[in-house]
């Protein structure tokens, strides 16, 4: 009751002033656990938050882990660069789309910047003091945008639209930037040998696949236009659709990629599909970065061989089209512990006020829930359970225990928000136990 009546309350307020942000709610542990374990957002909070009512001071002490954090970052961009592409291929260009691609763009250097730093400080105010620091070459030898795109960014920017005409220039530059980024500053390389600590309750290649007449016609159709730069696409439950290239792709390949996409998009995927434009080596990123709130991401069956595929599970669906040999995806072994703790601190304030918390059936059953059980199962017995096989985590929990509904999911008859509720105090509890 006390979340309906603040939802109903946020939602008029943020009617009215949609500048406020997101809502978080949580219980003092559960803060404590974020701003301990959450991402870049997290480590912001301990600098920018202010307390309003209560306490004086926020409490919980950001564990800085070096690799962590720099992927935390890498997390962020990756999450943003989804935001500029859905605005770049959004056909009916608004002047609210143009400043969300605008907002998206600084955003992403305003956390590249901070994932090049040794010694980290969040020093911006606001996203015209991040476009003003590029421009003025307050980024040291740090890697930058070129000066003419800054020009064009801090213009409009200033003007709060942006002009269709330079959103190509705009955008390849940015698949660039992210590529040199990521490159210079992220390793892909293990730190500590924490592979065997980890067991998987079933092989990630049991997954079934079929033959679909229409993707097989679509993955052909770009094979035959632009394979020489495309290496890779899969189109991914529930609406997202990567489009891997070369790395070494130029500014003008990038270009055309981008604008080949569009056309193809119009002819076999749906309006709402967001298309991602990646290079191989920021793909391989984005496979160890805590997308989707899973850290068990990166465990999709991905390693098969040239061919067009469509691999199917109960609720989850992903359709693939390898078109030349990439190099095998690698696993950051040292950081999924982390991962997972950031998953459920993170959860644990925004995961009883998203909408996927009033979600019936299925889809939040197979998309939150089992996430949920996945990351209960991996903090206490050390099991990983890949996105594939997220449904059978519900099975897995009862095999170990007949009778017994360990996650309580079971003949439930309480609404979602309840269920939530009680499985995230639980796993704040788990995690607020760990010393790291």
């Known amino acids: ?26 219980n003092s542990k559960e803060l404590r656990n974020y ?12 600098y920018y938050w ?36 859905g605005a770049y291929f959004f056909e009916k260009k608004s002047g609210e789309t143009s400043v969300r691609f605008l907002k998206a763009v600084i955003d992403i250097l305003r956390y590249t910047y901070y994932l090049q730093q040794e010694n980290p400080i969040p020093v911006f105010s606001s996203r015209s003091e991040v476009v003003r620091t590029y421009k003025n070459n307050g980024v040291n030898e740090l890697e930058s945008l070129g000066s003419d795109v800054l020009e064009i960014i801090e213009r409009y920017w200033s003007r709060r639209r942006f002009e ?22 992220l390793s892909l390389e293990t730190r500590r040998n924490q592979g065997n600590e980890y067991e998987f309750v079933e092989k990630v ?4 696949y079929r033959q ?46 981008a604008e080949f996409m569009k056309r193809a998009k119009m002819g076999f995927l749906s309006p709402h599909t967001n298309i991602i434009i990646l ?63 950031e998953a459920v601190a993170e959860l644990a304030v925004s995961g009883r006020v998203e909408k996927k918390a009033s979600l019936q059936g299925g889809l939040y059953k197979t998309f939150f829930l089992s996430n949920l059980a996945a990351l209960k199962i991996f903090l206490t017995e050390n099991k990983i359970i890949t996105p594939p096989l997220f449904e059978n985590t519900f099975s897995y929990l009862e095999n170990k225990n007949p009778g017994k509904d360990r996650l309580g999911v079971k003949n439930r008859r309480f609404d979602n928000y309840t269920f939530t509720s009680s499985i995230l105090r639980e796993l704040s509890g788990i995690i607020e136990k760990e010393t790291l």
């Open 212 to 257: 679909e007449k229409g993707w097989r016609e679509f993955s052909e159709e770009i094979f035959r236009n632009a394979s020489g730069v495309i290496l890779k696409i899969i189109l991914d439950t529930p609406g997202l659709f990567y489009v891997v290239v070369d790395d070494k792709i130029t500014y003008s390949d990038a270009y055309c990629t």
């Open 164 to 185: 269709n005409r330079f959103y190509e220039r705009v955008y390849a530059e940015v698949l660039i930037y992210i590529d040199r980024v990521f490159k210079k500053h």
């Open 279 to 341: 290079t191989e080596n920021t793909y391989g990123i984005m496979l160890n970065c805590l997308l989707m709130e899973t850290p068990f991401k990166k465990f999709f069956p991905d390693y098969f061989k040239e061919g067009s595929r469509v691999f199917v599970s109960r609720f989850l669906k992903r359709s693939v089209a390898n078109y030349r040999n990439m190099r095998p995806p690698a696993i950051r072994s040292d950081l999924i512990k982390l991962f997972a703790l």
């Open 50 to 85: 202010k307390p309003l009512l209560g306490a004086p001071r926020i409490t919980g002490e950001y564990r800085f882990i070096r690799d962590k954090f720099k992927f935390d970052c890498a997390t962020e961009v990756l999450n943003l660069w989804q935001i500029c592409c």
């Open 35 to 46: 701003l301990r374990y959450g991402g870049v957002r997290a480590w912001e909070a301990g």
């Open 1 to 26: 009751k006390i979340i309906r009546a603040v939802l109903a309350g946020y939602g008029v307020l943020k009617f009215f002033f949609p500048v406020i942000g997101e809502l978080h709610i949580s």
């Open 205 to 208: 290649y049991d997954l079934k």
